[in-house]
């Protein structure tokens, strides 16, 4: 079967998605390393949408040689298939860097890479393909027997195709070294520079959470009572927690509302918004109880509010939303006592294996702001040599009158005046700009490089000040 007919085919319901978003394509993002003009840094974010892969292509065209960053919850299968085999067949490095999910689909590409490299904290998760039938998400054989097709022209072994493979589609299981050892899927460690001394060895994982435990899943249920559904989620809350931590369990209970609304079931919903409190309770708990940090997913939006937009597309007829959440609210109680237990447990026996969670100290940072690290960029290089990740236009640029060109526009920041100027990709004004603040008296600029609306470098050390008149002008 040639592939624009299997695409024809498969394209419309092979899809693993992992969260509620709007079908945005991936930003495929390729420029090329300092003095190395014919090696590429990749960057891949966001939702893998049909036609992703030709842009990759088009993107990649003129390298021979690169490494390629991933950072996404999913998207369509054939899509990350396509994405994987070409960078197989260009022999590029795959990394996932720390605190950065690479999940579903992203993680099929990911396999893809003649060297593979993660993050001691990086989330790369794994889940059987679908298909979407009377919006259920259905195992079936034909997406399946294309990842295993896949999976076996990259070589992995058998063993490692059912370890991909073996979660439910609302499920994940997530890798760690020493899973991907015992599995047989070769992944080195990548550790920054100002990181490696205190790091421990890549061949000394430390413990994870046992197979049963590694897989854990997050299924859409239909209990016979409300009390039952509680209950299922206060288990499934429990066991997530410890295989993944927040982090992890925010990525389920995105997953869970994603597919709620797929299936079109209140009651799936339900399900997720439950999810989505016990959550946030415990979270809520583990700031003061065990010194871990809470994660900002859980303050920067409401619980209702998410739910409330679900439902909002489930049922459009239901008119009373907020009394039926606060009826499905009043279930938490009947298990609040387990809550209770497992916030109050200390936290060597609550905190997850430290390669899968370790929650970071903030929300998860974007991969745009991980790689601009000179510690990061240091790393990169180790891989695949010296990298620079501006577009020769920013580089012109800034080496242009010392990044500064006619007059700016004055803005007040406390005691001083800086000119702001905003430069333009010339015929590419969609969303290609170079944001330059400069300081006449102290001789300082910082710049806050986009490209596709996205952040690719914040050069200069800005004060938080000076970044959000950055980020503030982007808006403008």
């Given at each position: 079967?040639?592939?624009?007919?299997?695409?024809?085919?498969?394209?419309?319901?092979?899809?693993?998605?992992?969260?509620?978003?709007?079908?945005?394509?991936?930003?495929?993002?390729?420029?090329?390393?300092?003095?190395?003009?014919?090696?590429?840094?990749?960057?891949?974010?966001?939702?893998?949408?049909?036609?992703?892969?030709?842009?990759?292509?088009?993107?990649?065209?003129?390298?021979?040689?690169?490494?390629?960053?991933?950072?996404?919850?999913?998207?369509?299968?054939?899509?990350?298939?396509?994405?994987?085999?070409?960078?197989?067949?260009?022999?590029?490095?795959?990394?996932?860097?720390?605190?950065?999910?690479?999940?579903?689909?992203?993680?099929?590409?990911?396999?893809?890479?003649?060297?593979?490299?993660?993050?001691?904290?990086?989330?790369?998760?794994?889940?059987?393909?679908?298909?979407?039938?009377?919006?259920?998400?259905?195992?079936?054989?034909?997406?399946?027997?294309?990842?295993?097709?896949?999976?076996?022209?990259?070589?992995?072994?058998?063993?490692?195709?059912?370890?991909?493979?073996?979660?439910?589609?609302?499920?994940?299981?997530w890798l760690t070294l020493e899973a991907a050892s015992r599995e047989g899927i070769d992944v080195s460690l990548f550790v920054p520079p100002d990181e490696k001394a205190g790091a421990p060895a890549a061949t000394a994982a430390p413990t994870v959470a046992p197979p049963s435990q590694a897989g854990v899943q997050v299924p859409i249920v239909k209990p016979t009572a409300d009390a039952e559904l509680a209950k299922r989620v206060a288990r499934n809350f429990t066991d997530r927690y410890k295989a993944a931590g927040m982090t992890g369990l925010k990525i389920s209970v995105q997953s869970c509302y994603g597919v709620a609304i797929k299936a079109a079931k209140e009651r799936s919903l339900e399900y997720c918004y439950l999810l989505d409190l016990f959550a946030s309770a415990i979270d809520a708990g583990t700031l003061k109880k065990l010194g871990m940090q809470q994660e900002q997913y859980w303050l920067a939006n409401s619980v209702s509010e998410r739910a409330a937009g679900a439902l909002r597309l489930?049922?459009?007829?239901?008119?009373?939303?907020?009394?039926?959440?606060?009826?499905?609210?009043?279930?938490?109680?009947?298990?609040?006592?387990?809550?209770?237990?497992?916030?109050?447990?200390?936290?060597?026996?609550?905190?997850?294996?430290?390669?899968?969670?370790?929650?970071?100290?903030?929300?998860?940072?974007?991969?745009?702001?991980?790689?601009?690290?000179?510690?990061?960029?240091?790393?990169?290089?180790?891989?695949?040599?010296?990298?620079?990740?501006?577009?020769?236009?920013?580089?012109?640029?800034?080496?242009?009158?010392?990044?500064?060109?006619?007059?700016?526009?004055?803005?007040?920041?406390?005691?001083?005046?800086?000119?702001?100027?905003?430069?333009?990709?010339?015929?590419?004004?969609?969303?290609?700009?170079?944001?330059?603040?400069?300081?006449?008296?102290?001789?300082?600029?910082?710049?806050?490089?986009?490209?596709?609306?996205?952040?690719?470098?914040?050069?200069?050390?800005?004060?938080?000040?000076?970044?959000?008149?950055?980020?503030?002008?982007?808006?403008?």
């Open positions: 079967m040639g592939d624009d007919v299997r695409s024809r085919i498969f394209a419309p319901s092979l899809m693993l998605l992992m969260g509620v978003r709007c079908a945005f394509a991936a930003s495929v993002v390729a420029t090329p390393i300092q003095n190395t003009p014919d090696t590429a840094l990749v960057v891949v974010s966001g939702e893998f949408q049909p036609g992703d892969a030709e842009r990759f292509r088009s993107a990649v065209a003129i390298y021979p040689k690169g490494v390629v960053a991933f950072e996404s919850t999913g998207g369509n299968l054939l899509a990350a298939i396509d994405i994987g085999t070409q960078i197989r067949l260009r022999n590029y490095a795959t990394v996932v860097p720390d605190n950065t999910v690479c999940a579903s689909a992203c993680a099929t590409a990911w396999l893809g890479g003649s060297r593979r490299f993660m993050g001691r904290h990086a989330l790369i998760g794994f889940h059987a393909a679908y298909v979407t039938e009377d919006g259920h998400s259905v195992e079936t054989g034909a997406p399946n027997a294309l990842l295993g097709a896949y999976l076996n022209k990259l070589g992995l072994p058998d063993r490692a195709v059912v370890f991909i493979t073996q979660a439910h589609p609302e499920g994940m299981t489930v049922a459009p007829a239901n008119s009373s939303i907020p009394q039926t959440l606060q009826s499905w609210g009043a279930l938490l109680n009947t298990v609040a006592h387990e809550a209770a237990e497992i916030v109050s447990q200390d936290q060597a026996a609550t905190s997850p294996p430290s390669v899968t969670v370790a929650p970071p100290t903030g929300q998860l940072p974007y991969l745009f702001d991980q790689i601009k690290k000179p510690s990061y960029r240091a790393s990169l290089s180790a891989i695949v040599g010296d990298t620079k990740i501006l577009p020769p236009w920013v580089v012109g640029f800034l080496q242009t009158s010392n990044g500064v060109a006619a007059p700016g526009k004055a803005i007040q920041l406390g005691a001083g005046v800086f000119e702001l100027y905003t430069v333009c990709q010339p015929h590419n004004c969609s969303g290609n700009f170079l944001y330059v603040l400069y300081s006449p008296g102290g001789g300082k600029a910082w710049a806050l490089v986009t490209r596709d609306d996205q952040v690719i470098a914040l050069l200069g050390d800005a004060s938080p000040d000076q970044t959000q008149a950055l980020i503030a002008a982007q808006h403008q």
